[in-house]
């Protein structure tokens, strides 16, 4: 088992579908990330959490929505995308040993596979 | 100006040789510095951190930071096949101290 699952691997959608990026992490970590990787860019954070709290939104469009339940799953809601929003999602998690989100970083991500997502 | 710059390649070398990858970055505050490896069609994965100025060396590879030149390099000697892939800088960003800027990575081609 991986440790961190992404599902699905490809995606297509219509500019009017609603779909749902799913990740779940097995490593026991406390922070989770969601990064957009577009060719000959560098990866780009969209969101974190912390102990389930969100403690970082990168200016990211409303247009993605994420969600955490706990600290082993993380969700990114998907809804009325543009044909630019077409990367790579990479889902990551962390251990934050001083759990606020600041000081007790090592910087170690732990990627999942990724979702390829393609809009129409 | 972007945060954390790098050349994009390809970087081909021979095998056996050393790669020579570079990256510098515009925070002058930043305290940790982090190499990714990303192999095709898969996900990074962390293989080198330093933070403190000098060398740091693991194996095959030897990371090197220069604060006061806003540089940081990674090394791999006697480069292999299995070393090609696209090489990522991450640098925390003062106050940031969860977030890493990423660089857009370097290709490196180790040829036969």
């Known amino acids: 088992e991986t440790g961190v699952t992404q599902t699905p691997r490809h995606l297509v959608m219509g500019m009017t579908n609603k779909k749902s990026l799913k990740c779940e992490q097995h490593?026991?970590?406390?922070?989770m990330y969601w990064y957009k990787q577009s060719a000959k860019k560098p990866l780009e954070l969209m969101f974190v959490y912390n102990f389930k709290e969100q403690t970082e939104n990168n200016s990211v469009p409303s247009r993605f929505s994420p969600e955490c339940p706990n600290s082993s799953h993380l969700f990114l809601h998907l809804h009325t995308l543009q044909p630019e929003d077409s990367a790579l999602y990479l889902c990551?998690?962390?251990?934050?040993?001083?759990?606020?989100?600041?000081?007790?970083?090592?910087?170690?991500?732990?990627f999942g596979e990724g979702s390829r997502l393609t809009v129409l | 100006q972007k945060e954390v710059e790098q050349n994009s390649g390809p970087l081909s070398v021979p095998e056996g040789a050393i790669a020579s990858l570079n990256c510098t970055y515009s925070d002058r505050g930043s305290q940790s510095f982090f190499w990714y490896r990303q192999y095709s069609g898969k996900s990074p994965e962390l293989i080198m951190s330093i933070y403190s100025n000098g060398d740091k060396e693991d194996g095959r590879f030897t990371a090197q930071l220069n604060k006061a030149s806003q540089y940081v390099s990674l090394l791999i000697r006697d480069s292999q096949p299995s070393d090609s892939a696209t090489y990522l800088c991450a640098v925390t960003i003062t106050g940031t101290a969860s977030k890493l800027t990423f660089g857009t990575g370097t290709r490196l081609q180790v040829t036969l």
């Open positions: 990551a998690s962390s251990q934050d040993f001083r759990g606020n989100g600041l000081a007790g970083f090592t910087g170690e991500l732990f």
């Open positions: 490593l026991g970590h406390n922070a």
